[in-house]
């Protein structure tokens, strides 16, 4: 059976889904705040690394460098309402580019499972 | 064995080592963070020899053009000199060759250097003394203008200010550093509209952008918006609105922000309410200070423009 990568599309469909996810989270007005005054371009690369590992993709992210990236937004107020609120924006972003439910399920499952590190808990 | 030098220094690379790992053997700090090409954290530069199509992935058209790469998935096939992202490169002496007014506080600085490769919209580093460092953008062709033409607004207590209005004539002599910078003509379809943003001396390298784009035989429609605090910042006026007489596919749209100014208006809004019909298919180019165009970026992108068809470049106040 293929990954999870694989089914979702790939490559191509982090490709496709970052600037659209991206799009969706900063017109959310439960988190936008938290990227008040970053640089577009390197978070849409953030964003891109996000995606390949929610997707299941290569990468080795480890649970040190999450922790390390959202240490100053868990200082700023970063909570759990807050990972919901991203968790729901990557649904909604796989739902508009015709990703099948179980995956969407799949792939927040995935991106779920880094919610302790990236709360720094 | 491929070859890999690290600024001046060889960094030995062992067969299927990607350049990220070489780097890290050999005690260089090298930032990483995915290690799998998607962050763009461990981005560096080669300088010499091509870095293979891979290791490019994601990365802007110009970027590429720069020689820029990810070392993390980085298996060079041939020899390869690298250098950090923000490497300036070699100091180059430059001598001046004119200051002229180009309003009443924006002059233009024409200097000579020993060529060197740029493309017209990239910025230098201009080094009056050692603690007198400037950066500012090239209007200038290196095809078709014998020396490097740079705006420069002129702040009453500025100190490269006074320099240039004072102590600097023609004949004077400084250095500069560079090119750096990835706002210029590349990547671009010749059909494809392009809309140049910007505000002040921001217009420098837009005119840089759009003199290459037309010499490059660009078809597609150009607009070029400036904007300035008062009409009388806004300089280059009859050039530009000649210039956009004479080729069907150039619009100039200036517009000062003082309302009582014969163009009022505030150009990112005009900007941002002409370009929403257009905004999925244009290339664009973003100049100014950082407020207009962190603005702009974030309006064009969140109104459906893609963050790869944006470039910019922000002024820090000098
Ligand atoms: S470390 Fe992430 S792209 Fe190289």
Known sequence: MSSLYERVGGQK???????????????????????????????????????????????????????????????????DTHVDAVIENLNRTLRQLGVGEKEVKEVAALADSVRSDVLNR | MTRLIYKDRPVELSPGETVLEALERAGVDAPSSCRAGNCQTCLHRAIEGAPPPESQSGLTAAQKALGFFLPCVCRPTEPLTIVPPDDAGARLEATVRAIEPLSHDVVRLRIETTPFPYRPGQFIELIADEDLRRHYSLASHPEEDPFLEMHIRLHPNGRMSRRLMVDMKPGHRLHVAGPRGTCFYEGVDPEQPLALIGAGTGLAPLYGVLRDALRQGHRGEIRLYHGARDSKGLYLTEELQTLAQTRDNVRYIAAALDPNAPFGGDIAA?????????????????????????????????????????????????
Do not use: W
């Open chain 1, 13 to 79: 469909a982090v490709d496709a889904a970052v600037e659209l996810f991206y799009r969706n989270v900063l017109a959310d007005g439960r988190i936008a705040r938290f990227f008040d005054g970053v640089n577009m371009d390197d978070q849409i690369a953030k964003q891109k690394s996000f995606l390949t590992m929610a997707f299941g993709g290569p990468n080795k992210y480890t649970g040190h460098d999450m922790r390390n990236a959202h240490k100053k937004l868990v200082a700023k107020g970063l909570n």
């Open chain 2, 270 to 318: 005009l900007a941002l309410a002409e370009e929403k019909p257009r905004l999925t298919q244009t290339a664009y180019f973003l100049c100014g200070g950082e407020n207009l165009v962190r603005r702009l970026k974030r309006d064009l992108f969140m109104a459906g423009a893609s963050m790869k068809a944006i470039r910019s470049d922000v002024f820090s106040p000098a």
